[in-house]
């Protein structure tokens, strides 16, 4: 059996992606942000429709794809699918050049982010230090509302990767946190964030006042200052997890931290 072809895979990893974050996003749903018919995209993604490098342009942007990927996704359609020949081979030889590069980035099998992608690898590390902790799959699911069989692969997981051990029949973190840049392009991290994301959304919706604390500010902003309010917020998570972890503290609940700073104009508007 021949392999997908990438611009395929593209969209098969994207799709699952936004199904982990959210359990209730649909291939219907998919579709529609695609900005095709739900037959289209399932004849697409089950190669047996083509797709011209200028429609894997438009879906690419649809998705919000980034650059690199939306190149692999336009250069692997036009190689395949495009009527000119010459456009052909030069998505081809292109095609070989960024492949490379995002396997480099995405398909990197010692990348701890590749398995512990998910917001509950994260919770259920720090919920070890949960004074009535408890080594009952039935127990931490309840905490989490995750049913007891993800909760045993998610130990799984971690037990792969390291992070956790047992010490005298009792499952202890053994993960140092290690930093993974955020400015370099991953699917991975990518599908962490949102998954935190999608967390957030419930709080925002369930959680009372009192136990959360959620804040917006909008302002225009110089460009050339971005690299320094970046380190800013890095700055402050690291003053923040120092002032308010003491390893010697009772702790008796779980909660996650999340800055966002982004951009919400459009790039480069011009007027004719």
Avoid at 3 to 14: H, N, V, W
Avoid at 59 to 87: C, P, T, Y
Avoid at 218 to 234: G, Q
Avoid at 243 to 262: I, T
Wanted: aromatic share 10%; no cysteine.
């Amino acid at each position: 059996m021949t392999s997908p072809k990438p611009f395929i895979q593209i969209l098969k990893k994207e799709l699952s992606a936004r199904i982990d974050a959210n359990g209730n996003y649909s291939l219907r749903a998919f579709a529609r942000d695609a900005g095709l018919s739900a037959s289209q995209i399932s004849q697409i993604l089950n190669g047996k429709r083509g797709l011209s490098g200028k429609s894997a342009l438009i879906i690419g942007q649809n998705l919000g794809l980034n650059s690199l990927e939306r190149d692999v996704l336009v250069h692997s359609a036009a190689s395949s699918h495009s009527k000119s020949k010459k456009v052909k081979a030069e998505s081809a030889d292109s095609l070989k050049k960024l492949i490379k590069k995002y396997r480099q980035i995405y398909h990197s099998k010692k990348s701890e982010v590749a398995i512990a992608n998910r917001w509950h690898h994260y919770a259920v590390l720090e919920l070890l230090e949960h004074k009535d902790y408890r080594d009952d799959f039935a127990w931490i699911g309840k905490k989490l509302g995750l049913q007891v069989l993800v909760v045993r692969n998610i130990f799984s997981d971690l037990e792969k990767l390291g992070w956790i051990r047992q010490v005298s029949g009792r499952f202890v973190a053994s993960h140092s946190h290690s930093e993974t840049s955020s400015d370099e392009p991953s699917l991975d991290l990518r599908q962490l964030h949102l998954s935190f994301l999608k967390k957030a959304e419930q709080s925002l919706q369930t959680d009372r006042v009192s136990e959360r604390e959620f804040l917006n500010m909008t302002l225009a902003f110089p460009k050339n200052k971005i690299p320094e309010a970046k380190d800013f917020v890095r700055r402050f998570q690291a003053e923040f997890a120092e002032k308010f972890y003491d390893e010697n503290e009772q702790k008796d609940s779980v909660y996650q931290l999340s800055v966002q700073f982004f951009r919400l104009d459009k790039k480069d508007v011009t007027y004719e």
